[in-house]
Nanobody
């Protein structure tokens, strides 16, 4: 299974970020997997942002819920992240990752995509 993130590298403050994660080798709607978005600001640890389950249910970090939306396109086997009202502190490497239901560890990770929020 491979995950490939894509999106703009540079976004201006107050704008909306849109990222995609295309999954190959498995369907995002089967096999009881949760597909998460996780980010890592420079010099800081990983922050879980939210996830979409194989069922289509979505889950969000309480601190980001008001600005974040996760969706999917089953035909494209792709998961999306939208985040609005961007701030410079949203600068980070953004990853998508897959975790099986009932486990704590992520089996699959994308390579990550750098997003810089700057005017």
């Amino acid at each position: 299974v491979q995950l490939q993130e894509s999106g703009p590298g540079l976004v201006k403050p107050s704008q909306t970020l849109s990222l995609s994660c295309t999954v190959s080798g498995d369907s995002i709607t089967t096999n009881y997997y949760y597909w998460s978005w996780i980010r890592q600001p420079p010099g800081k640890g990983l922050e879980w942002m939210g996830a979409i389950a194989y069922s289509g249910s979505t889950y969000y970090s309480p601190s980001l819920k008001s600005r974040t939306s996760i969706s999917r396109d089953n035909a494209k086997n792709t998961v999306y992240l939208q985040m609005n009202s961007l701030k410079p502190e949203d600068t980070a490497v953004y990853y998508c990752a897959g975790r099986e239901r009932g486990t704590d560890e992520y089996d699959y990770w994308g390579q990550g995509t750098q997003v810089t929020v700057s005017s």
